[in-house]
Nanobody, 128 residues
């Protein structure tokens, strides 16, 4: 059973940075695509970033492009999301997700329905 546990959320001032971590267990880490999504208050869940199997490629949604970096440690089985220049609009619950499927288009990485496994989420609050 694949389990994902996010950490690193919290309260940060506008303009600040946070690094989120997602520890995966129960999965052959390199065989999975890992994504980050977020759900802002009153909004639908949206993609933030993803890294494909083995981590050779990364994908960034428009939501935070240019301010985030997704990376993975294939030894520790952890996926990271480095977030910079945060503003109040980035206040959200951030989720880590994993998929064993093979994605054939870049758009696939941004669709939450393509991911089978989800963490419980970590709250990020940006104060202005």
């Amino acid at each position: 059973q694949v389990q994902l546990v996010e950490s690193g959320g919290g309260l940060v001032q506008a303009g600040g940075s946070l690094r989120l971590s997602c520890a995966a267990s129960g999965a052959t880490f390199n065989d999975y695509t890992w994504g980050w999504f977020r759900q802002r208050p009153g909004k639908e869940r949206e993609a933030v970033a993803a890294t494909n199997k083995n981590g050779y490629n990364t994908y960034y949604a428009d939501s935070m492009k240019g301010r985030v970096t997704v990376s993975r440690d294939n030894v520790k089985n952890i996926v990271y999301l480095q977030m910079n220049s945060l503003n109040s609009e980035d206040t959200a619950v951030y989720y880590c997700a994993g998929s064993a499927k093979t994605f054939y288009s870049s758009v696939s990485y941004y669709l939450d329905r393509n991911y089978e496994y989800w963490g419980q989420g970590t709250q990020v609050t940006v104060s202005s």
